[in-house]
Nanobody, 120 residues
């Protein structure tokens, strides 16, 4: 059974940086980060497969989001730099067990509860 728990959200200053954490339990092949701002559709940010290959959305947070993994504790991180007020959103960690890893939302079958990020 896969469980995902996000940590690290909160308030941040524009121009600063923030690291979100996703604790993963159970087998996953692909873990990704998504976000949903008020009144907007959920959008993919980045994903990482179990072998370490990463995929970033072309337009979402271009060049400002890096996904990584701590192999000692099965935690997936999302480091966001140069924060902007438009980054204010609920951020979700998601995963699936299929073989293709990208940031297409329909592939992800397991979701965390989300963590709120507010940038001012």
């Amino acid at each position: 059974h896969v469980q995902l728990v996000e940590y690290g959200g909160g308030s941040a200053q524009a121009g600063g940086s923030l690291t979100l954490s996703c604790s993963v339990s159970g087998y996953t092949y692909c873990v990704g980060w998504f976000r949903q701002a008020p009144g907007k559709e959920r959008e993919g940010i980045a994903a990482r497969n179990k072998f370490g290959s990463t995929y970033n959305a072309a337009d979402t947070m271009r060049g400002r989001a890096v996904i990584s993994k701590d192999n000692t504790n099965d935690t997936i991180y999302l480091r966001i730099t140069n924060l902007k007020p438009d980054d204010t959103a609920m951020y979700y960690c998601a995963a699936h067990q299929g073989r293709q890893c990208n940031i297409y939302e329909e592939r992800f079958t397991f979701w965390g509860q989300g963590t709120q990020v507010t940038v001012s």
